[in-house]
Nanobody, 127 residues
Framework: VQLQASGGGLVQAGGSLRLSCVAS????????MAWFRQAPGKERAFVAA????????HYSDSVKDRFAISRDNAKSTGYLQMDRLKPEDTALYYC?????????????????????WGQGTLVTVSS
């Protein structure tokens, strides 16, 4: 499976963006997925994760109550709705799927738990 992330851009603080992650295969619906981000000079960090059937979600403390992860398996697409954006949210955002764990609601929060990655989409939040 291949992933294509999009939806990044330049937004003012307090604004919103919606990221999309389109998968090349319908098997996407069998895998948990997540969003990570990497700011310049920093390590890749967990943002949010969702189980294959959307029954389970988890967020980092820094985005909880501002971001919402969702998915539409019929469209093989995952989403990250980002509201009340802050300058510290500026980063390259990556989507990833946990291909090694099918039809399992356990969520991973470490990059090494995800085998397939999209190319990243840049989010820049100005103050």
């Amino acid at each position: 499976v291949q992933l294509q992330a999009s939806g990044g851009g330049l937004v003012q603080a307090g604004g919103s963006l919606r990221l999309s992650c389109v998968a090349s295969e319908r098997a996407f619906g069998n895998y948990g997925m997540a969003w990570f981000r990497q700011a310049p000079g920093k390590e890749r960090a967990f943002v949010a994760a969702i189980s294959w059937n959307s029954d389970n979600t988890h967020y980092s403390d820094s985005v909880k109550d501002r971001f919402a992860i969702s998915r539409d398996n019929a469209k093989s697409t995952g989403y990250l709705q980002m509201d009340r954006l802050k300058p510290e949210d500026t980063a390259l955002y990556y989507c990833a799927v946990r291909r090694g764990l099918q039809l399992d609601s356990r969520l991973g929060t470490y990059p090494w738990e995800y085998e397939v990655w999209g190319q990243g989409t840049l989010v820049t939040v100005s103050s």
